[in-house]
């Protein structure tokens, strides 16, 4: 009767698997990633002042003409949210928020990171979820900053006159939300694009391109050129932080705020779930 071989045992008998990534480790991973960029405290910090400081000098300069204003516009101070949250410093955020919700992805491409990530956590889906979730809490809290920041600054500067009006106001509620929520929309949209793109400068240009300048090219007075218009993320916020807005009928076709607010949702969803597809299919 034949005695069979002992069986070597394996090399790798010995060792132990290492337990998959949980989520909320990838969480606390991307978490470190964009605390550890240098750049990062003082782009919040940044932004968050020179909105704010856009919104001090609108208010000032109502503050300082409002002698010299019609009794009318005296007595319904309609600029009073324009001044909270004006054009040029909201439009400055959103440039700043789209490129660095564009820098969390296309960073790791340029420095080679993203092949260390994708070994250590084969589901890139998880990771790009990660992402987002990252940028957008710290998005939401710097737009929240900033929004509060700028109406209370503006309103405080207003009252003066007599010409703020309160946070108790419905739409100043509504303006409220939707200037804290543009920060975030523009971050994903970005982080979208990186995902999308994978190359910083022409990300940040086609952020730009499509953020800012794309609106400016349809008009509002033909039905299918202002149905585009209304699509957009920068028309919504407008419709949404005006203290009044004209009926459509006029000549011109205007966004209502129940379209402007899933402009405002449909953008980031579709940005993150483009990010998913492609994430997928490509090679990193």
Request: charged share 10%; with cysteine; glycine share 6%.
């Amino acid at each position: 009767m034949s005695v069979p071989a002992a069986v070597a045992p394996s090399s790798s008998a010995g060792l132990v698997a290492d337990p998959p990534a949980r989520f909320r480790d990838l969480l606390a991973a991307e978490w470190i990633k964009m605390r550890s960029l240098r750049s990062t405290p003082w782009t919040f910090g940044l932004v968050t002042l020179v909105v704010i400081a856009f919104a001090a000098v609108e208010a000032w300069d109502d503050y300082t003409d409002f002698p010299s204003m019609s009794p009318e516009t005296q007595r319904e101070p309609m600029f009073a949210l324009s001044d909270a949250f004006p054009l040029t410093g909201y439009w400055a955020l959103a440039l700043v928020a789209v490129s660095a919700g564009a820098i969390a992805v296309v960073n790791e491409y340029g420095s080679g990171l993203i092949r260390t990530t994708t070994v250590a956590v084969p589901a890139r889906g998880a990771v790009v979820l990660a992402k987002a979730a990252v940028v957008t809490v710290a998005w939401t809290v710097v737009g929240t900053v900033i929004a509060a920041g700028s109406f209370a600054v503006s309103q405080a500067i207003l009252s003066g006159r007599d010409a703020s009006v309160s946070i108790t106001n419905p739409i100043a509620v509504r303006a409220l939300v939707a200037s804290a929520l543009l920060a975030p929309v523009c971050a994903l949209i970005g982080l979208g694009l990186g995902v999308l793109i994978r190359h910083s400068a022409t990300t940040m240009v086609t952020g730009i391109l499509v953020l800012l300048v794309l609106p400016s090219f349809f008009s509002l007075t033909t039905r299918w050129s202002a149905t585009i218009n209304h699509a957009m993320v920068l028309t919504a916020w407008e419709r949404l932080t005006a203290l009044s807005a004209e009926p459509s009928g006029d000549g011109f076709y205007r966004p209502t705020v129940t379209e402007s607010w899933i402009v405002f949702a449909a953008w980031p969803l579709v940005a993150v779930v483009v990010a998913l597809l492609v994430v997928r299919r490509r090679d990193v």
